[in-house]
């Protein structure tokens, strides 16, 4: 990650900068990372996806957006739409830190859909003279379908019994009323989250107290982005704790995005566990994940996460652009634990079939887009290489593998040549009782793996060389082997 003066973080875009920009957008169009089926910043840095909602018919989205570079300055909200969760188009700058209450920046948060206007809420990052940070809830309003209009006032002031770190607001309806759970630190450094009531988005919102989540009281420095679902007759915490400490497979990024299943009174403010804090994704790059609000499937809920951590570098970052968002997923229930499956429009994607057949080995030439589905696995020790060497050696691409015996299913990033965040490990391990599926999608710039129907899931940055660009797969036994090239349909259209 670059470094880079207050005055060039703290810059507000402006019309002067729109020659520049889409300079830099032309630039960086060429760069052979490009993504071609998931959202990516038309220039500069991407980080969290904000506003994820179904409104008019479609589906909206914003990304944490700093226009000027890879770097994590003052941020503005980018808006995109989309008919099917699939193709998305560019709409243009949403929000940008023009007031006092952000001049820091806009940072993340939700959208909900009120009196048939959408609505944004979001953490107004206030910074004064001194450099102390005074963070406000705010909210704009969509109006006319044209313009986001921020409300005068915040809806939230800063509470003083907790440090600065208090952001991500999260809105939701429950029974006729409005609640936000919103991200903090308390004044002993642990991470805490708040719910907020109102009848009224715009007015009167209560502090109610903090979130009780039994046996999580010292469970990191900070929850950021934190969210709660409901899945058929079950709640979902969905958070970002910063801080926690690696634990054998656990724990193994800079910072989590997981999730608890359990019960919540709204009363009591007692979120009841009734499962472990486990981590939504085991790769090496999911965070900040969000929520949909306003669902149009029923008993299921879209998920959507940045595919990058904070506090980490990409390859891209040297092109002037970094950061990408995942596939979204849907989520369900199954024996206590979340199942996040590609959202069921994935399918659109498809194009031809390259192969489908049964096999032990397999190599070819890669050219993505590509999914690759693996079926009737049984449990066989298994290795992949993607994007290995023209010599295909097995020592390199992106390694995954198998091990029936430990029950490992480990994946392994170390052996491209472009090397990224090594500091943080270049393996990630879970364990798995069987293997059964495999569904992979690669993108230009990322491999998703959904393990066994999203039982679990592994997502990573990865980027090939020219030379990088050979799959092989070798299992112990016959499996059957279905891949698909995938049709291009992210839009690179510069608005602004
Ligand atoms: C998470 C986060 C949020 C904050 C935003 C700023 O990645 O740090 O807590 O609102 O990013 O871009």
């Known amino acids: 990650m670059k470094t880079i003066t207050n005055k060039e973080k703290y810059r507000v875009l402006e019309k002067s900068d729109l020659q520049s920009l889409k300079d830099m957008n032309e630039e960086i169009k060429k760069s052979k990372f490009r993504q071609k089926f998931h959202i990516q910043p038309i220039t500069g840095l991407l980080n969290d996806p904000n506003g994820f909602c179904f409104f008019d018919d479609e589906w909206h989205i914003f990304y944490q957006w700093f226009p000027f570079g890879a770097m994590h300055g003052a941020k503005n909200w980018y808006h995109m739409t989309s008919d099917d969760l699939v193709s998305w188009k560019n709409k243009g700058l949403a929000l940008k830190p023009d007031t006092v209450f952000d001049n820091r920046g806009v940072y993340s948060g939700s959208a909900i859909i009120y009196d ?100 999580y009281e010292d469970f990191g420095y900070m929850w950021e982005c934190p969210d709660i679902i409901k899945i058929e007759d079950k709640y979902v915490l969905i958070f970002s704790p910063q801080g926690l400490q690696a634990n054998g497979y656990k724990y193994n990024n800079i910072h989590q995005n997981g999730y608890i299943i359990g019960e919540m009174n709204f009363e009591t403010l007692e979120f009841i566990p009734e499962s472990e804090f486990e981590e939504l994704d085991g790769g090496f790059d999911f965070y900040a994940s969000q929520s949909a609000n306003q669902n149009i499937y029923e008993n299921t809920a879209v998920l959507i996460a940045w595919m990058g951590l904070p506090d980490s570098s990409y390859t891209t970052d040297d092109e002037n652009w970094s950061g990408c968002l995942t596939l979204p997923r849907e989520l369900s229930i199954k024996n206590g634990k979340l199942v996040q499956k590609p959202a069921r429009n994935l399918k659109i994607l498809r194009d ?48 995954i593998s198998f091990d029936n015996k430990k029950c490992e299913f480990t994946i392994d990033r170390g052996s491209l040549s472009n090397k990224i965040n090594t500091n943080q490990g270049s393996t990630r391990t879970i364990k798995l009782n069987v293997l059964d599926k495999l569904d992979i999608f690669i993108d230009n710039s990322s491999i998703e793996i959904f393990i066994n129907d999203g039982e679990y899931t592994m997502t990573s940055r990865v980027f090939p060389t020219d030379e990088e660009c050979m799959l092989y797969i070798k299992a112990e036994d016959n499996i059957k082997l279905e891949m698909c090239r995938l049709k291009e349909l992210m839009n690179e259209e510069f608005i602004i």
């Open 116 to 215: 048939n206007k959408l609505n944004l809420i979001y953490t107004g990052n206030h910074k004064d003279e001194r450099d102390i940070r005074h963070p406000y809830q705010c909210v704009a309003v969509l109006e006319d379908n044209k313009k986001f209009v921020k409300k005068d006032e915040p809806i939230i002031n800063m509470s003083q019994d907790y440090t600065e770190h208090q952001r991500d607001p999260k809105i939701m309806y429950v029974d006729n009323k409005y609640y936000i759970i919103l991200g903090v630190q308390d004044k002993n450094l642990k991470g805490r989250a708040l719910i907020y009531v109102s009848d009224d988005i715009y007015n009167n919102w209560k502090l109610l107290g903090e979130l009780k989540v039994k046996g």
């Open 352 to 399: 031809d079939v390259i192969t489908s057949h049964i096999s032990k080995d397999y190599l070819q030439k890669i050219e993505t887009p590509l999914e690759i589905k693996l079926d009737n696995i049984n449990s066989k020790n298994l290795e992949i290489n993607i994007f290995s060497d023209k010599n295909n050696s097995s020592n390199s691409g992106f390694k």
